[in-house]
């Protein structure tokens, strides 16, 4: 028996023939989409090559004693020292986290996870069963639709 297909994975269900005007609009969004995936991977690469240079740049300024100087392109260039926190080798997030609660409880705060919390709601939508008590109490389960696409291989 072959294994059930999940319900995003099924083939959707299109009149015999999809109107000129959806097929304007799914060729233009397919055209938007494709020029932002381009613009994002370019943009990865920039950011990359920036941090590169970053680093590189605070060295040598640091070597040449130049804590602020301003280019000709009227650019102000200054080395500023950052201060954060760095754990130690042997030190989880867990062992952070019962430190803060001793010396700065308030920084600690009960959270969760908004990934798992989406998941367990997409369960019980996917079960068609209602939230419990508690949960209905503060959230409800929202739908919207949204287009997907594949890019061609």
Partial sequence: MAPKKKAAE??????TKTPPRVIKFATQYCD???????????LKEL?????ALEE????EMELAQATA??????????????VFPKMLGNVDRDDVIGALKVDAPDL?????????FNA???EYAEKGEPLPGAL????????????????PK
Avoid: C, M, W
């Fill in 120 to 122: 367990l709601i997409r």
């Fill in 47 to 51: 950011k990359q090559e920036r941090d």
């Fill in 69 to 82: 100087f301003r280019l000709t392109t009227g650019h102000s260039v200054t080395l500023v020292e950052k």
């Fill in 108 to 116: 600690v705060a009960e959270n969760y996870n908004a990934n798992s």
């Fill in 10 to 15: 099924a083939a959707p269900s299109a009149p």
């Fill in 56 to 59: 590189l740049l605070a060295k």
């Fill in 32 to 42: 938007v989409d494709d020029r932002v995936r381009d613009l994002e991977g370019q």
């Fill in 136 to 151: 209905a109490s503060v959230v409800e389960i929202s739908k919207r639709n949204e287009v997907s696409v594949r890019r």
